[in-house]
């Protein structure tokens, strides 16, 4: 997840995408909203410092990817072998990203109350969704999957939205929960995932080892403190990223398979007297 550390800025950007290859991403996640329309005429105005100007509508604008860096991130992604994808927050942004073709969408939590738009999405794009359930009960559960399936994969990532989330927050038992209800309701489309807003790499791996299938995780390209999450983004340049996408490499080998077998591995530190 990119959220708005590319800056808009196109070198940036392509150096994002390039050390996240680099340290073992799948995936690259961006953001798209219209700045005029989500928000409101007071949160526009309201103050926030940037190199934009001193107003979050400055910052928003500044950071909000353009038709021509959208066409640079899909070069990129492109020459480097990484799927892209982004968050939609609102309706004239999803018909902006459908005309690039994406594989699929995300709705993240921000929306979570948008129940009229959720259900465009899943009315008019046809491919697969990733949705984060922060702020979020089995209600909003039950409309998501009533809503999304069958018919396409549903990535659900349980998900918490605090910057940071403190461990007690991080419910990845719910991990489980999604794994489980993908069995029981046979929804094979659904796949279950967890969005980190922890500290570390410990949440994540116990998501892997819960079932989560994605693991979502914010980067950045050095400390921004004015940059929207920020405090909880991996950086790219120091390697930390690498070292938390080792660490869920190695999660996923400490799993395992569920089917109980003798391993190849195995072996007793001494030979049992048999009769």
């Known amino acids: 997840e990119l959220t708005n550390n590319h800056l808009g800025d196109e070198e940036r950007l392509r150096k994002m ?11 690259i996640k961006v953001q798209k909203r219209e700045v005029d329309s989500f928000y409101s005429t007071d949160e526009l105005k309201s103050p926030y410092t940037s190199p934009f100007g001193i107003t979050l509508k400055d910052y928003r604008s500044g950071v909000e990817l ?7 991130l899909i070069e990129e992604c492109n020459a480097h072998q990484i799927i892209w994808f982004a968050s939609v927050l609102d309706y004239p942004s999803l018909k902006f990203i459908e005309r690039f073709d994406p594989v699929l969408v995300k709705l993240p939590s921000t929306i979570s109350n948008h129940k009229s738009f959720i259900k465009k ?12 359930t922060g702020f979020t009960d089995k209600n909003y559960e039950s409309f998501i999957l009533d809503a999304f399936l069958p018919g396409r994969n549903l990535f659900l990532l349980q998900c918490t939205s605090s910057y940071p989330a403190p461990p007690e927050a991080c419910q990845i038992g719910v991990v489980r929960h999604y794994e489980e209800i993908s069995i029981v309701k046979n929804l094979s489309g659904l796949i279950p995932g967890y969005s980190s807003h922890d500290i570390g790499n410990i949440g994540s791996m116990l998501a892997v080892a819960a079932g989560a299938k994605m693991i ?3 980067v950045k390209l050095g400390n921004m403190d004015w940059v929207h999450f920020d405090g909880v983004a991996l950086d790219l340049l120091n390697n930390t990223f690498g070292d938390f996408v ?8 400490l799993t395992g398979s569920k089917t109980k077998q003798i391993h190849h591995q195995e072996h007793h530190k001494y030979k049992p007297h048999t009769k």
């Open 121 to 132: 999405v899943a009315k008019e794009f046809s491919g697969d969704v990733v949705v984060s």
């Open 216 to 218: 979502e995780k914010h």
């Open 17 to 27: 995408i390039r050390l996240a290859k680099e340290a073992g991403a799948d995936m």
């Open 246 to 253: 080792s660490a869920v490499r190695k999660a996923e080998l």
């Open 66 to 72: 353009t038709e021509r860096l959208f066409n640079v």
